[in-house]
């Protein structure tokens, strides 16, 4: 009873202590079985933390042990089951966002996308429309090469406003560092053609600069 204190006798003690090493499940029915007492469980496993007896127990799992039910299946039950989710079903908000195959959406970067599969991962199931179109005209995106749209329009997907240039032209078409130069999308459509043609020259210049000092 809580606020009683309970009071064991020596032979009582002296068992308690003998058997302390038993999982407190087992330490309360062996008890109550031998002594023919109504101790409750937390009791007996309050009067091990007072006395500071040991069990041998830390309540991890020690490296290579593995857990008492690993492999055994955990059947639903009660009201889960009918709540769980079952394959092939979408319920709820999930029901309300999907989006089937072939739709598109605009990306917060600008870039139209579409939807290509339904599968796993996430981040898979869209895809940027023009990366789609340009690859359907001219085959795969060479290795280190991404598109740059021509008219600075990212929502145009049309393969001919898309050319494919080396990453490394990025962030000169960017303005490059401290924008020290004029970028790309902000430049006047007259413009532009000469920015992507000097980034080209100065891209190759420094490729073959490297080369020479690899040579030399």
């Known amino acids: 009873m809580k606020g009683v204190w309970i009071r064991y006798s020596d032979v009582e003690m002296a068992w308690l202590e ?12 062996a008890f109550c079985a031998e002594f023919g007492r109504e101790v ?24 290579g042990q593995e857990p008492a039910n690993k492999g055994k299946p955990h059947p639903a039950r009660g009201r889960s089951v009918a709540t ?4 092939g079903n979408r319920t709820g908000q999930a029901n309300l966002n999907y989006q089937p195959i072939g739709a598109e959406r605009m990306s ?3 870039y139209l996308e579409r939807k290509i599969h ?5 981040q898979s199931r869209w895809r940027a429309v023009h990366l789609v179109e340009w690859e359907a005209v001219n085959g795969p995106l060479p290795e280190g090469h991404c598109l740059k749209s021509i008219d600075g329009d990212r929502s145009n997907a049309d ?5 494919a240039i080396p990453r490394a032209l990025l ?19 007259e413009v532009r ?20 000092r690899g040579a030399a």
């Open 40 to 63: 409750s469980a937390g009791n007996l496993h309050a009067l091990r933390k007072r006395k500071g007896w040991k069990t041998g127990r830390t309540g991890q799992f020690a490296k």
């Open 84 to 87: 769980q989710f079952k394959k």
């Open 18 to 29: 003998a058997n302390r090493t038993l999982s407190i499940g087992d330490y309360h029915a």
């Open 193 to 212: 053609p000469a920015l992507l043609t000097i980034a080209k020259i100065d891209h190759r210049a420094r490729e073959l600069r490297r080369q020479r």
């Open 159 to 163: 393969p001919s406003n898309w050319q």
């Open 108 to 110: 917060k970067d600008g």
């Open 118 to 122: 339904d599968g796993l991962p996430l």
């Open 171 to 189: 962030p000169r078409l960017n303005g490059g560092r401290a924008k020290k130069h004029l970028a790309y999308d902000e430049a006047a459509p």
